[in-house]
């Protein structure tokens, strides 16, 4: 089962906040927690609030076990940018874009993954059966 979780128009660059969200994917709940609080970046902080969210759905409103929670996706979309402008020489302005992200973290149970895989295998050996025959045929 998939639990998703979002923080929407964070303060934070996208470029920046993906470079700790690369590091989380795949790990483990617990691990991943880790990982964030010994980051030092804004970014660690910000995703670590969003995945403890997606935690305390996942055992509220699910019934599934922290211990079996894997971050299966940590996704950092852009968000509307602000603009403001800095004065220049000669009367001109230059444009400033304050960055802002939207932060999508999906966890899976770790239990349905074998399931799915067992199903996956089966379908190959079901397939490569009746080529096998008509091979025979042939």
Do not use: W
């Amino acid at each position: 089962m998939e639990v998703k979780s979002t923080s929407k128009y964070v303060p934070l660059s996208p470029k920046k906040a993906r470079e700790v969200a690369r590091v989380i994917q795949g790990l483990p709940v617990s691990s991943a927690l880790d990982v964030l609080n010994y980051t030092p970046k804004k970014a660690a902080f910000l995703i670590g609030k969003t995945l403890k969210t997606a935690i305390a759905d996942a055992e509220n409103n699910f019934s599934l076990d922290s211990s079996s929670l894997v971050v299966k996706e940590a996704v950092i979309g852009a968000a509307p940018s602000l603009r403001r402008y800095k004065p220049r020489a000669k009367g001109s302005a230059a444009p400033i874009l304050r960055r802002n992200s939207h932060i999508f973290i999906t966890l899976e149970s770790a239990a349905p993954e074998k399931k799915k895989k067992k199903a996956k295998n089966l379908s190959k050996k079901s397939q490569e059966a009746p080529a096998t025959a008509e091979a025979q045929e042939a």
